[in-house]
């Protein structure tokens, strides 16, 4: 199974970004996928998830209204659609994914397999 995550860059407060994670190796279209972050000094932190049907979304609270997750089964991938970034959304972004058991999207355990990671840096 891999897990390819893109679209990490430098941007200026209030800007946008929009991550990709390519998924192979696993049936993608029955995978919950996430995304989570980790800034420098802290621990994995949940960003977003959505179920394996695309019908079911859940986001951190500092982030709901801003960024949208995404997922195209017909081509294994999952998109986290990034608005209004502020330098605290700083961090690697990595893309994750598991058959997550309702109430459980939000913890990293719940996720079996994960992507390399890329960087996002917001500057003031």
Known sequence: VQLQ??????????GS????????????????MAWFRQAPGKEREFVAAVRWSGGSTYYVDSVKGR????RDN???LVYLQMNSLNP???????CAAGRVISGTART?????????GTQVTVSS
């Open 5 to 14: 995550a893109s679209g990490g860059g430098l941007v200026q407060a209030g």
């Open 17 to 32: 970004l929009r991550l990709s994670c390519a998924a192979s190796g696993l049936a993608f279209s029955s995978y919950s």
């Open 67 to 70: 960024f949208t997750i995404s």
């Open 74 to 76: 017909a081509k294994n």
């Open 88 to 94: 605290e959304d700083t961090a690697v972004y990595y």
């Open 108 to 116: 990293p355990r719940a996720y079996n397999y994960w992507g390399q």
